[in-house]
């Protein structure tokens, strides 16, 4: 069965610092894709970033960007200058061509002022 | 565009009663999806549908019930609500551009669901 495990249920930054969240999946699957979503306050779910797993090259938006470990089945995501803003719930999320997407359990981030 | 829409924000049940949670989309997305979100737990899939007249079970279907008669809509019905069901429900839609999911799912904002 396909898993995402995030293994830090809470952490927190100092505005203006770099922090990076561990999301670690099993698949035996080689094709797939892998998302990062936030999830403020207001609950509303917000795409983060988005990766597939063929391409290379790790994903970036901005101040978001990821470190994608196809072998060891590894896809962290790396906040710099972090902002008051940032401040959410953050969930790592798979699908491989089943349509049935995996969440995590989640990251509470809070950013400290 | 309103993006996607979930009615009602707030519901309060009792046990056995039975209710439908509305969610419609207006991008004429394909892919529809509802999810229940409890704490310590992430999100699950409860239901998903590929289009009109086609639905599957995801993770958790047990106690639900869907049906999908037009691209834009995709309600979810509690038959015999359960305090287990007590949850925030999502639904998301996307646009299916890639076989077998892998497009940014957009949300609506929640049903917050009490089953007393």
């Known amino acids: 069965a396909q898993t995402v495990t995030q293994s830090q249920p809470e952490m927190s930054v100092q505005e203006a610092e770099t922090v990076t969240l561990s999301c670690t999946y099993d698949?035996?699957?080689?094709?797939?894709?892998l998302f990062w979503y936030k999830q403020p306050p207001s609950r509303q779910m917000i795409l983060v970033i988005r990766?597939?797993?063929?391409?290379?090259q790790n994903a970036t938006e901005n101040r978001f960007s990821v470190n994608f470990q196809k072998a060891a089945k590894s896809f962290s995501l790396k906040i710099s200058d972090s902002q008051l803003g940032d401040t959410a719930m953050y969930f790592c999320?798979?699908?491989?061509?089943?349509?049935?997407?995996?969440f995590g359990t989640g990251t509470r981030l809070k950013v400290l002022a | 565009n309103a993006g996607v829409t979930q009615t009602p924000k707030f519901q309060v049940l009792k046990t056995g009663q039975s209710m439908t949670l509305q969610c419609a989309q207006d991008?004429?997305?394909?892919?529809m999806s509802w999810y229940r979100q409890d704490p310590g737990m992430g999100l699950r899939l409860i239901h998903y549908?590929?289009?009109?007249?086609?639905?599957d079970q995801g993770e958790v279907p047990n106690g639900y019930n869907v049906s999908r008669s037009t691209t834009e809509d995709f309600p979810l019905r509690l038959l015999s609500a359960a305090p287990s069901q007590t949850s925030v429900y999502f639904c998301?839609?996307?646009?299916?551009?890639?076989?077998?999911?892998?497009?940014?799912?957009?949300f609506g904002p929640g049903t917050r669901l009490t089953v007393l």
């Open positions: 991008m004429n997305h394909e892919y």
């Open positions: 698949t035996s699957e080689s094709n797939y894709y």
């Open positions: 999320a798979f699908v491989s061509g089943t349509y049935k997407y995996i």
């Open positions: 998301a839609s996307s646009g299916d551009r890639l076989a077998g999911g892998g497009d940014e799912q957009f």
């Open positions: 990766q597939e797993a063929y391409k290379q």
């Open positions: 549908s590929v289009g009109a007249g086609i639905t």
